[in-house]
């Protein structure tokens, strides 16, 4: 949506640009009126504007100093000067200035909607220049590190994305890893830190650490530092060869990243004083699996590997037939929970029938672990239907709340399983019915606003504070519910009123167009014969007959 301002001190000026604007339905307008520059600077100071209109002289300040400060706060707004004849020479000085174009007082409707179209095109070309590209190349890069940490943390705690998915973020991040080759994963932590350290000194002392590790390692493998906790991590790559790489090679990184972690513990002793335990995953592990290598390997850590320092265990074996809940529950929960609160119905089923199958796998899953699963999904879905004031709509339909709470009283993992479908199948349709109950009222609201106030404002960001949404989501939940525009349906309304009143004998055509907020009667005037295809004096003269 693109946002214009018209300011004049003529009203008549005013309301008959922007009423020319507003009849542009299609062009997809927010269209804001001022009659001083100071309203008009308000008008700046809380809204972004794409297109300014504004008359070279008016008193208070000139349109001149009204686009400097302008451009100060928006330098990409287009500003078009309106003036006269005599304003002729003063407006040449204007365009030096780097104004976009200027109209000449009066103009017709063609001359400004060709006008504003050039200056729409111009400010869409812009959005894509190469300065609005290269800053946001300089936001992603300050945000890398934070990118790859939550990337880091996806891959060791949730494990669920594809090879392909996981080699998309490789390359959006410029890592020069293959995600459908081997990588390895090795984990350090400072068995002892001496008393005197600061926790930012702790911290230096890590990125110290990671720094010695990345000097071994880096010129002959790929590495990705990161930390997780109290533990620091990188994950290991062999370097990329023609074809890809291979087995072979990733068996000789393997071997020389071992033969490098003595060193490594050797120098981080000698440099830092710290005493320095080193974990080498498994050689060939998958990057869809590195979450069990990272789980094994933190267990050796929380239960105190060695009850002696500096240790370094390789090849550290990963538990192959983890559970699909041995994940934690409550993640396996966290990812259904994100589903269920976006609305994507069959991802959610498709994922809660992956939990509950995943526990009738040859391996099964501890009783306990069941019933930490079951209270984590129950107090889930508890928290949810209260959040969205579900309660009463989802005990309506028949399904047993208090079953969420009783274990026992499920028959079978087969039967609770069943029950869950069932009762996500329930919110998710309560949940839709409300949004659509939500829209309505929206509709209704503003459609109930605009015949109780056909004499006031009803410009787009008026109707919108009445539903507190944005000027551009108003538009587009309207347009996309009713199959028309909110200014095609004012219009429909201001002319059904104006008929019914001109068809009143008692009422002068100037109190008709008062009441229908036209200052201007003239406007008025111009407007219903756009709309009707007579004027408002030959309607009643028609009406009589």
């Known amino acids: 949506m ?18 020319i604007l507003e009849d542009l339905t299609d062009w997809n307008l927010a269209v804001w009126k001022a009659e001083t520059p100071r309203e008009a600077l308000q008008i700046f100071a809380e809204n972004r504007i794409d297109i300014l209109l504004t008359d070279i002289k008016m008193p208070g300040m ?7 400060k302008v451009r100060m706060q928006w330098p990409r707004c287009k500003i078009i ?21 200027y109209l000449l007082k009066p103009a017709d409707e063609e001359t400004i909607e060709e006008l504003i179209r050039r200056a729409i095109d111009e400010v869409e070309r812009e959005i894509d220049e190469i300065e609005l590209l290269t800053k946001a190349r300089l936001q992603l890069r300050s945000a890398q590190p934070l990118l790859l940490r939550d990337f880091v943390h996806n891959l060791l705690y949730k494990g669920n994305d594809s090879v392909t998915a996981i080699q998309e973020q490789l390359d959006f991040l410029d890592i020069p890893m293959q995600s459908d080759s081997p990588v390895m994963l090795i984990m350090a932590r400072v068995d002892r830190w001496p008393a005197h350290m600061t926790a930012n000194d702790r911290l230096l002392m890590e990125y110290a650490c990671s720094n010695i590790i990345q000097e071994y390692l880096s010129p002959v493998v790929s590495v990705i530092p990161a930390k997780e906790e109290t533990n620091m991590i990188w ?7 023609e074809g890809g790489i291979s087995v072979r090679a990733s068996e000789q990184t393997y071997l020389f990243v071992q033969e490098m972690l003595e060193k490594i513990q ?28 990272f789980r094994s390997m933190s267990e050796l850590f929380t239960q105190g590997i060695g009850l002696e320092e500096e240790i370094i265990l390789v090849d550290v074996p990963s538990n192959e037939q983890e559970s699909y809940l041995e994940k934690r ?3 396996a929960v966290f990812a259904l929970q994100t589903l269920l609160e976006s609305g994507e119905s069959e991802s959610f089923k498709t994922e809660l029938i992956n939990c509950f199958r995943e526990t009738q796998k040859p391996v099964f899953v501890d009783y306990t672990l069941q019933l930490e699963f079951y209270c984590c999904l129950s107090a889930m879905f508890i928290a949810f239907i209260n959040k969205k004031n579900l309660g009463a709509a989802v005990k309506e339909s028949g399904i047993d709340l208090s079953l969420l709470s009783d274990y026992k009283a499920h028959g079978n993992w087969e039967d609770l399983l069943v029950y869950f479908v069932r009762l996500s199948e329930i919110v998710m349709n309560q949940m839709e019915l409300k949004q659509t109950d939500q829209k309505r009222h929206i509709i209704d609201t503003v459609d109930r606003y605009m015949v109780r106030h056909l004499n006031g ?23 996309s519910e009713k199959g028309y525009t909110l ?44 709309h009707v295809g007579m004027s408002p004096q030959e309607y009643r003269d028609h009406a009589r007959k």
């Not at 693109?2 to 009423?19: P, R």
């Open 81 to 101: 000067f309106l003036s006269g004849y005599s304003d002729y020479t003063y407006l040449q000085g204007a365009l030096r200035q780097g104004a976009y174009d």
């Open 487 to 530: 200014a095609e349906r004012l219009i429909e309304l201001k002319i059904t009123k104006a008929k019914q009143l001109l068809s009143n004998d008692f009422a002068k055509i100037q109190q008709v167009s008062l009441e229908l907020g036209f200052e201007n009667f003239s406007y008025f005037s111009k407007y219903f014969k756009k």
């Open 266 to 293: 050797q120098t981080v002793r000698q440099m830092l004083s710290l005493p320095l335990s080193i974990v080498l995953g498994s050689p060939l592990t998958n990057w869809t699996c590195l979450h069990r290598d």
């Open 2 to 19: 693109n946002h214009i301002l018209v300011v004049d001190d003529e009203t008549i000026i005013v309301e008959g640009i922007a009423g």
């Open 329 to 331: 529950p409550q993640e």
């Open 235 to 241: 994950l290991i790559q062999a370097p990329a060869e």
């Open 457 to 479: 404002d009803l410009s787009l960001q008026q109707l919108a504070k009445q539903v507190h949404l944005s000027p551009y989501y108003l538009s587009r939940l309207y347009h």
């Open 62 to 68: 000139t349109g001149l100093e009204l686009a400097e």
